[in-house]
């Protein structure tokens, strides 16, 4: 069940265009295209410019980069990444060296390069999602160079969405999926505080999934691992790409078990160093007395969501008990 809303990456403004990727002949020709633009990664960073009082990619022309498209690098590292069309016209990226002495393509007059997190939700939808989709690209071909199979060198394939090893073996892009979990109790929602943050940052929750293990099997886990007590109906809310490195996220709506006490919290003291109850005033009033989840996160869009009384059908299916232990 969903709210009326998406979290941030997730509207899915990006045409991914799996059918130019799957061809070479098409993706040589997107990579002629005189509309064709290219957005670097630098680490973590991308470049943006001012534009229109905020802040705007700072995509430069595939020509700049001269000669054919070339899916491969030396040493099997990727070279141009496909990573769909805006507005109909051919997005690539490609990952530049973090070295000092790399020789790079000129940029943009007036760039700068930001960590994502940083940006926020100052970007437009589809220039999010181009970052995250270059973002997860980048970062498994980094841990993918080398068969799993046999551990020899693969080659990048398919616009950078598959590696091929020398006996055909074709792999691709992982995930990770993750559960986050609001947990709510008579107009209160549980945050916690993870063990390796600063004094005063909450969120929600959460934890990947195991071997062998349903989604709302991780959400009873998790909350009782880290929380230390059980809950009763748990609702799916909304998923959101989290390729930081690659993980996906699966939000869910929560209440307690009826049999368990509030205030009997028990925080994991490897994880966890705080477990606190807010209220929607406290959240919507803070005065910088604690910091919660960025706002390119689902943390902070179901926080959002719940705060506003938008997570109306997921609170629906919890009351009438639709989705059971």
Known sequence: MTTNRRPPLSSGALDRDARTRMDPD??????????????????????????????????????EF??????????????????????????????????????????????TWRHPFVLGTALDETERELIA????LTRWHESARFSSRDGGLTEPMQGGWARRDAHGGEHFPRTDPAVIVLVEHEG????????????????????????????????????????????????????????????????????LAPDQDPEALRPDPEEISELRWFSREELRENGGSFTFPMSMSIA??????????????????????????
Do not use: C
């Open 300 to 325: 902070h869009w179901m926080l959002e969501e719940w705060v506003e009384g938008r997570i109306g059908e997921a609170a629906a299916a919890l009351s009438e008990g639709s989705v059971g232990r």
């Open 66 to 111: 001269g000669g054919a498209f070339a899916g491969s690098g030396p040493e099997g590292r990727a070279g141009h990444l496909f990573l769909g069309r805006r507005d109909g016209a051919p997005v690539f990226g490609v990952a530049e060296s973090v070295d000092d002495g790399a020789e790079r393509v000129a940029g943009l007059a007036g760039e």
């Open 188 to 255: 209160r929602v549980l945050l916690g505080s993870n063990a390796l943050w600063e004094t005063g940052r909450f969120s929600l929750l959460a934890g990947f999934v195991e071997g062998g293990e349903s989604l709302e099997q991780t959400v009873l886990r998790e909350v009782y691992e880290e929380a230390g007590v059980r809950l009763g109906e748990v609702a799916y809310v909304a998923s959101q790409p989290w390729p930081f490195p690659r993980s996906l996220m699966l939000g869910f709506l929560a209440k």
């Open 26 to 63: 098409r993706l040589a020709a997107a990579w002629r295209d005189p509309a064709a633009r290219v957005l670097r990664l630098r680490g973590v960073e991308v470049p943006v410019i001012a534009a229109d009082g905020g802040e705007a990619l700072a995509l430069l022309p595939a020509a």
């Open 133 to 136: 989709v270059l973002s997860s």
